[in-house]
């Protein structure tokens, strides 16, 4: 076997009034491709020995497709918990911001007050604040999302869409995802975001238990259950953790 250096180097494009960023790779004996990482990264391999210039005007040429991919993989990517989890921080549930106010006890707890996550902890630092936290948004989650599955499931009961398993834990590229075995995975972020937004996270992998690809048939499915997911989707796009 041969080993080979690729010859990597970047570049970008603009597209509308964004700049899509690109890495290319030079390889011989292939033929131009472009794919789009589900991390947005924008992966272009060329063939040895091309000029740039065409490169970029055969980029150029699928920008607006590169555009709607890496849309696509945006709304699956919740963006990093870098919280400090201080008093005075706003912290989201339901879409609503609230300010956290932490305070030293011995019952450790969350209540919700007015704008205020009302934290207590014996000894408050930062794991243990967001440990508490978590809890509280964990035990949210499980109750109004498992109330949601079975409001979709028993507001269409023709489609006979049982889930075998609803598991709710963090993830870091989607906000859920449907196995071809029927279990659904719902991202734990998803309880921060507005409750038209969950729903319709929802009822996307519901509709995925019939049908796991997003063929136009899959569509036809979800626009039934819920005629408005559209909308909703583009605010779940537009939403920062
Ligand atoms: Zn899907």
Redesign the pocket.
């Known amino acids: 076997m041969s080993a080979s250096l690729d010859i990597v180097s970047h570049h970008s494009l603009t597209f509308g009034q964004k700049l899509i960023p690109f890495q290319l790779t030079f390889r011989p004996k292939i033929r131009l491709s472009i794919s789009v990482l589900p991390n947005r990264q924008v992966m272009v391999a060329a063939p040895e020995g091309q000029a740039l210039e065409k490169i970029l005007a055969l980029v150029k040429k699928r920008a607006g497709w590169i555009a709607k991919k890496r849309n696509y993989f945006e709304q699956f990517h919740p963006l990093p918990d870098e919280k400090r989890f201080i008093s005075g921080e706003t912290h989201l549930y339901l879409g609503r911001q609230y300010r956290l106010k932490l305070q030293d006890s011995e019952a450790r707890g969350v209540k919700l007050v007015g704008k205020y996550f009302q934290i207590s902890v014996k000894e408050v630092d930062r794991e243990k604040v967001k440990a508490t936290l978590d809890a509280w948004y964990m035990k949210r989650a499980e109750k109004l999302f498992i109330d949601k599955v079975d409001w979709f499931l028993k507001s269409q009961p023709s489609l006979r869409l049982t889930p075998k398993k609803i598991t709710i834990r963090r993830m870091t590229k989607r906000w859920g ?2 196995t071809k075995a029927g279990s659904i995975l719902l991202n734990i972020d998803l309880i921060k975001a507005p409750l038209h937004c969950i729903e319709y996270v929802i009822a ?2 519901l509709c ?1 238990l019939r049908i796991h690809d ?1 063929s136009p048939a ?1 569509y036809r499915l979800l626009s039934r259950l819920m005629p408005d997911w559209e909308k909703r989707k583009s605010r779940l796009d537009g939403f920062v953790l």
């Open positions: 995802s449907c996307h992998e995925h997003h899959f």
